[in-house]
């Protein structure tokens, strides 16, 4: 039973995770830390140790979803090896971090940051695209399959400060980047949305290997339970990055506003009053 549900878990978070970039974790975590506190189902499961379970999947979905987006050219290359190589310390640093985090503080700090990632979700569509990286940048042209062209780029400096924070939070909470790089990269240095996310899962598969090799040398990997999480996790992935080709993602984006929020209210709930 309890592996069956780690590989649905696992395949719900590989399908959102593709379809809309945001790497899987950011369901992996806060589904376990709910099943784990309100339902024991997994008594053994620390939060370093879901963390550790979250970075190997994310290699997996990072892999899947990257091999698609790769058959409909929707990959820069070159912008996921920067993105990858400022996000690359911070996930160190970030696993490293994570080790004197007791449950209670690691509810409350995730909490937090998934009503943030629920804020910032709400408030995408009503926030205008800035211009100013794109005109004091490097600058990349992507031609779609309507040939119509977009122009996008950005100061690689400010790319890899901003990667770095972000591979922090990833290290920290085992949720990848894409729920935050991929907001950026369409807000900040105008990417067109499926280069965003396409992009995105590619930085994922490359941070997901760095921050996984931390984990491991820190025993954080409940290996077990990788047995059920990661096919799941590989098959969801394909299922979501196809739906990415199909269909509008904003009703998934609406549903996903509103998990964040309510697991987010009560991962802090549970931080704040759990003895």
């Known amino acids: 039973m309890i592996f069956v549900l780690m590989a649905i878990v696992g395949l719900?978070?590989?399908i959102v995770g593709a379809l809309v970039g945001l790497g899987g974790g950011v369901i992996l975590v806060p589904s376990l830390l709910f099943l784990g506190t309100a339902f024991a189902f997994f008594p053994d499961l620390s939060p370093q140790k879901?963390?550790?379970?979250?970075?190997?999947?994310?290699?997996f979905i990072g892999l899947s979803s990257t091999l698609s987006y790769?058959?409909?050219?929707?990959?820069?290359?070159?912008?996921?090896?920067?993105?990858?190589?400022?996000?690359?310390?911070?996930?160190?640093?970030?696993?490293?971090?994570?080790?004197?985090?007791?449950?209670?503080?690691?509810?409350?700090?995730?909490?937090?940051?998934?009503?943030?990632?629920?804020?910032?979700?709400?408030?995408?569509?009503?926030?205008?695209?800035?211009?100013?990286?794109?005109?004091?940048?490097?600058?990349y042209k992507f031609v779609?399959?309507?040939?119509?062209?977009?122009?996008?780029?950005y100061p690689i400096w400010f790319a890899m400060l901003l990667?770095?924070?972000?591979?922090?939070?990833?290290?920290l909470f085992g949720i990848g980047g894409g729920s935050m790089?991929?907001?950026?990269?369409?807000?900040l240095f105008l990417f067109p949305p499926h280069v965003a996310v396409g992009t995105s899962m590619f930085m994922v598969f490359l941070s997901a290997i760095?921050?996984?090799?931390?984990?491991?040398?820190?025993?954080?990997?409940?290996?077990?339970?990788?047995?059920?999480?990661?096919?799941?996790?590989?098959?969801?992935?394909?299922?979501?990055?196809a739906l990415n080709k199909k269909l509008n993602s904003d009703t998934l984006v609406i549903i996903l506003r509103i998990?964040?929020?309510?697991?987010?209210?009560?991962?802090?709930?549970?931080?704040?009053?759990?003895?």
């Open 12 to 14: 719900f978070a590989g």
């Open 50 to 59: 879901i963390v550790g379970l979250s970075v190997i999947m994310m290699i």
């Open 70 to 139: 790769m058959k409909v050219k929707t990959v820069d290359y070159r912008s996921g090896f920067i993105f990858f190589v400022g996000s690359a310390p911070g996930t160190v640093l970030g696993a490293f971090a994570n080790k004197g985090l007791d449950l209670p503080s690691f509810n409350l700090y995730f909490g937090i940051l998934l009503v943030l990632l629920a804020l910032l979700l709400l408030v995408r569509d009503r926030l205008k695209t800035v211009h100013w990286f794109v005109e004091h940048g490097r600058t």
């Open 144 to 153: 779609d399959n309507q040939n119509k062209e977009y122009i996008y780029g």
């Open 163 to 171: 990667t770095f924070g972000i591979g922090f939070v990833s290290g």
């Open 181 to 187: 790089i991929v907001p950026a990269m369409i807000l």
């Open 210 to 241: 760095v921050n996984s090799i931390t984990h491991i040398s820190l025993g954080n990997v409940p290996w077990i339970y990788t047995l059920a999480v990661v096919p799941g996790a590989y098959i969801g992935a394909k299922i979501g990055a």
């Open 259 to 275: 998990a964040l929020l309510v697991l987010g209210l009560r991962s802090i709930y549970e931080g704040l009053f759990s003895s």
